[in-house]
């Protein structure tokens, strides 16, 4: 069963949700910086989570736990380019660790992995949103609520569609 989004809603198992997309929509070109939300079919991969805001132990085989020094690569000269990296590494990243609750709880959309090709995208996320549903840099959003919802749904099986 796919989850799908079409413009500011996500769907699925029958739950409708408002969701914020990247700011200048979906397209079919992603390109690093784009702020756009890539279309397409995708796997999803883990979960990651801060353990200090949130509790997913019963979540264990597909989680991760977000600590202080890790980033997500989006240094196009990386070999690590659209790969959880150490922030302290030479190559930019976006912090995974952060002082918002934007990452407390997010599934990373396996967008440009298998193969990964620079300068397409990297980071593209399944994320909370903030109470206003402010557009993203090319992730999608929804409230923290609706993702406690859909998690205990999702398996590895489970594809996200964006279209």
Request: hydrophobic share 35%; aromatic share 8%.
């Amino acid at each position: 069963m796919n989850i799908i989004i079409k413009k500011h809603l996500l769907i699925y198992k029958g739950n409708k949700i408002k969701c914020s997309i990247g700011k200048s929509g979906i397209t079919n070109s992603k390109i690093e910086g784009d702020l756009s939300t890539p279309k397409g079919v995708f796997k999803l991969g883990k979960i990651y989570f801060r353990k200090d805001r949130i509790n997913l132990q019963k979540y264990k085989k597909i989680t991760k736990v977000i600590k202080k020094n890790m980033g997500w690569c989006d240094d196009i000269r990386s070999k690590k380019y659209n790969k959880e990296i150490d922030i302290r590494s030479k190559y930019r990243s976006e912090k995974l660790f952060r002082k918002d609750n934007l990452y407390d709880i997010f599934i990373n959309i396996k967008y440009n992995s298998s193969p990964v090709v620079r300068k397409k995208g990297s980071a593209i996320f399944l994320h909370l949103c903030n109470k206003n549903y402010r557009p993203t840099k090319g992730c999608i959003a929804i409230q923290k609520k609706d993702m406690l919802k859909i998690l205990p749904l999702i398996n590895k099986r489970t594809k996200i569609l964006i279209k």
